[in-house]
């Protein structure tokens, strides 16, 4: 068991963020397609990518007798699952241009990621916006408690069961909390020793079965569908405002100049699909509740998340 100890500083720093971006997902699904992982609800992903990984002969299906090499790093005494702090900061800073660090994991990202990640970076929105909601009416207590049946609140201690026994002091860095829709258990990923990094706890999203062939089944259809419809550039403008950005991290994301950015983020925000506000001497833009609805059209709610009738509108809503 696991035991993260906080102060009243660690929860004034708590932070919810949507994804750890589609490279450290394609690390976990690495993971998952090795040990057969994820249960029925991700049968047709395995089949599907395994197939896919099959026609490539460069890169052959990652064997189940050997863990992915960036995996490996996580388990070595004193790493603390660094690498994970590294490809975020990679994915933030780079958007779609971030490299994966080995062959397989590049491979597994294009076939088993990419062609699903606009509808599951949708998924995940949606869970953090729930837990957002969850914090806003219940409070951080409230969101801590219900935040996965292997992670306990018992103030001021978070409990997470696993197969390590230690006790993780935040010492005013506060916790960073984010779904994932690729790995199977909660982890809490603390950097190098000494680091002054706020810890990462990455949760497994909800994902009921008819959530799962909705997503596997609509890969590439609706995010074409959007296209078709704002256009090509302007439909991933809006996928890569599932987090508020400045305009500069915009074109950072697109491998875009800032100076393009600005200009879509202009029709965009002319057509009611994005609103943007100044901050100091940036610009930030958020996805409006139309633009949030388009990005996450076909978008079904795992059931735990549509019993408590939160819309993708809602959702919008609640971050803004």
């Excluded at 100044?278 to 735990?304: C, D, E, F, I, K």
Aim: charged letters at 20%.
């Amino acid at each position: 068991m696991q035991s993260v100890q906080f102060s009243m500083d660690d929860l004034a720093q708590l932070k919810i963020m949507p994804t750890v971006g589609p490279v450290a997902e394609a690390v976990f699904a690495a993971d998952l397609l090795r040990r057969a992982g994820g249960g029925p609800a991700f049968a047709r992903w395995r089949d599907a990518t395994s197939l896919r990984l099959r026609r490539t002969t460069a890169v052959q299906p990652a064997p189940r007798t050997v863990r992915p090499p960036v995996a490996q790093s996580a388990g070595r005494a004193g790493d603390g699952g660094a690498w994970l702090f590294d490809l975020m900061e990679q994915d933030a800073e780079q958007g779609e241009a971030a490299t994966a660090p080995d062959s397989m994991i590049t491979r597994i990202r294009q076939v088993g990621i990419e062609p699903y990640w606009p509808k599951a970076r949708a998924h995940l929105q949606i869970d953090r916006e729930y837990r957002c909601r969850i914090m806003a009416g219940g409070g951080i207590e409230r969101m801590l408690s219900n935040l996965h049946s292997w992670v306990g609140w018992r103030p001021p201690t978070l409990s997470i069961a696993s197969g390590r026994d230690d006790v993780i002091e935040l010492r005013g860095r506060g916790l960073v909390i984010v779904p994932s829709l690729f790995i199977d258990r909660p982890r809490i990923f603390t950097g190098q020793p000494g680091e002054q990094r706020a810890p990462i706890l990455v949760y497994p999203t909800l994902l009921d079965q008819d959530a799962a062939e909705s997503l596997w089944e609509s890969a590439g259809t609706e995010d074409r569908a959007l296209a078709a419809l704002v256009g090509r550039t302007r439909a991933r403008v809006l996928e890569a405002l599932s987090e508020t950005c400045n305009t500069s991290e915009l074109g950072r994301r697109l491998g875009i100049s800032p100076a393009a950015a600005s200009q879509h983020a202009t029709v965009l925000r002319g057509a009611g699909l994005i609103t943007s506000r100044r901050r100091y001497n940036t610009m930030l833009h958020s996805l409006t509740p139309l633009g949030s609805a388009l990005v996450t059209m076909g978008s079904p709610l795992p059931r735990p998340l549509a019993g408590h009738g939160l819309s993708a509108e809602q959702g919008a809503a609640a971050s803004g």
